[in-house]
């Protein structure tokens, strides 16, 4: 199982950018699938996360701002970004919770390669 993620970029503040992340391989189902973000120094930390259902969690710095969303056919995990801010600086990183076959019943975590998001002031 892959995840890749992409769209990252530079952008200035109060634009927008929209990251897709697609998971691959053998996939059986795929639980939740979530944005984190990580600056140099700092853990890694929760941005959003969707479950199969579509329901939505979001940190409190993007609520508002930030919109996660998946498209189960394709595998995928969207987070549309608006307003964004210097401090939304960081690499961006896709995970998902995924069963690979029929049999396995533990789901494992898995997480795609991140993708650098600056926001210039």
């Known amino acids: 199982v892959q995840l890749q993620a992409s769209g990252g970029g530079l952008v200035q503040a109060g634009g927008s950018l929209e990251l897709s992340c697609q998971a691959s391989g053998y996939i059986f189902s795929i639980n939740a699938m979530g944005w984190y973000r990580q600056v140099p120094g700092k853990q890694r930390e929760l941005v959003a996360t969707t479950t199969s259902d579509g329901s939505a969690n979001y940190a409190d710095s993007a609520k508002g701002r930030f919109t996660v969303a998946r498209d189960n056919a394709k595998n995928t995990v969207y987070l549309q970004m608006n307003t964004l801010k210097p401090e939304d600086t960081a690499v961006y990183y896709c995970?998902?919770?995924?069963?690979?076959?029929?049999?396995?019943?533990?789901?494992?975590?898995?997480w795609g390669q991140g993708t650098q998001v600056t926001v210039s002031s």
């Open positions: 995970n998902a919770g995924i069963r690979s076959r029929p049999n396995v019943l533990n789901e494992i975590t898995y």
